[in-house]
């Protein structure tokens, strides 16, 4: 999520603290210098990694330093990996392989682009899916193994550590 | 130091030849076996007089002899075992080993069955024996890499060990990649460049990488495992479009056997790696990453068959029971 917020003495470290109690990772810091906008109201806008449940806790406990949170951007998923699936993926119900994905909660399919041969030839999809946090898109990945498993898909993992 | 050979197949001619082209190497084959005939003699036989016999009839010596026969001789020092690979048995490798290592013999192999079915047993018999067990030529062909496991990185704890460990399947992948042959194409190519068996099911289906990820595991970890652990999928049902899809995002596929304890993972599979990544090589060729903790990633990449580079391994692995046992005892 993003979080920006003033830029006045003592706000930044303000804001920090509570971050790493709430086990929030902070991914960047970046002063904006917008050069429309008067001296005093410069911003600066955090970039964490934080587990959802723990998101209100956090922004009420910024809120208790005196920090005041301009805005809140959510991008609620962080992690995307992208997989190769090969096999008749649109007559074992390509929406449902998908509806699997998005039911978990915590991942959802982004991006799928299906390659299409002839009739009745095996066709090959990139599916891209996202999810907040690493476990969880190890935990979507199940979910895909499984599905595949049941429907006769081939699937064709990344090498872990090896992710483009 | 004596050196009794069973089996004259690709592997054994090109031990031969090297033995007949190296005599500094101070290895005197004293025994031979193929499927139907033997010749032996304490002395000390010419490998190019057994190979010219061999190459004439079909059979290096008399017909009344067999491989029991060069077992029992006892005129030699080490065993070495390459008879053809049987995966589920092991046989006949496992009863010549055996069989050697009880009369106080060393043993070198090339044959994967043995190794895979029974790591645990056999090395258990060999260091009760006191002789020596290797078996560099069963995993990557020329590429040391049991070698690295238990000397080079010796007092490393290893992570894992991920490898593209068939020659034939990186040959077919690496064609569809670059010319974008279908699988049947690239297959039919590599059965012609005779890089692909008449049934290749062993290779494309994931089996022969799987059985070397399992004697990687077992040397490496003591893991126990058998190939019955190994998740395998092979690459039989790679389409065209797949490493289309790999390549548009600078990645491709290759066949990857992966071991790593620690997360209970055992498996081959067709993985998806960026196109920079150390074990995506081209051809025929093997490669072998091991992830330890002082070393950090080695990755060791080389011939993964072949005659003359198989026979490289032997030669080692002769060498380093001869410089151990027999030069010093
Ligand atoms: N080729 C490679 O590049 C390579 C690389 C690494 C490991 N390996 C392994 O090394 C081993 C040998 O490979 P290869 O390519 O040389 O195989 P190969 O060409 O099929 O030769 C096998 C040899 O074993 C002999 N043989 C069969 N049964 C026997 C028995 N009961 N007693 C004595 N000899 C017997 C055969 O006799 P005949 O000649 O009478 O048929 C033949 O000479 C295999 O286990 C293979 O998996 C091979």
Redesign the pocket.
Known sequence: MKLEMKDSPGQLVAALTPISEYGGNIIAVIHQREPESPSDTLGVQIVLEIAQERLDALVGAIKLQGVSILRLGEERLLYRQSVIMIGHLIHTDIGDTIGRIDATGFAEVAELNVHMPAIAEPSTALITIKATTRSEMGRALDVLRTVAAEKGLLIVEPLAGAEA | MRVAV????????GLLRTLAAKPELDLVLTAA?????ACIDPDGLDPTAVLDA?CAT??CGASGL??TDVLASGAYDVLVE????NALTGE??LT?IRSAIERGKHVVT????PIAVDHAGLTALADEAGVALRYE??VG?AIPVIHAIRDGLAGNRFSSITGVLNGTCNYILTRMDDEGLTYEQALAEARELGYAEADPTYDVRGIDAAIKLVILANTCWSLGVTLDDVSITGIDGLTVDALRLAADQDCTIRLIGEVAPAENLLRVAPRVLPRNHPLVIEGTLNAVMLSTDMAGEVTLMGK????V??AS?IIGDLIAIRDRYVECG
């Open positions: 069973l089996g004259l197949g690709a592997v054994g001619k076996a193929d499927s139907s005939s061999k079909g059979r067999s491989a390459l008879t053809p690979t006949p490798a010549h090339s044959n994967k069955g030529a069963t062909g993964g068959a072949g005659s580079e198989t391994a």
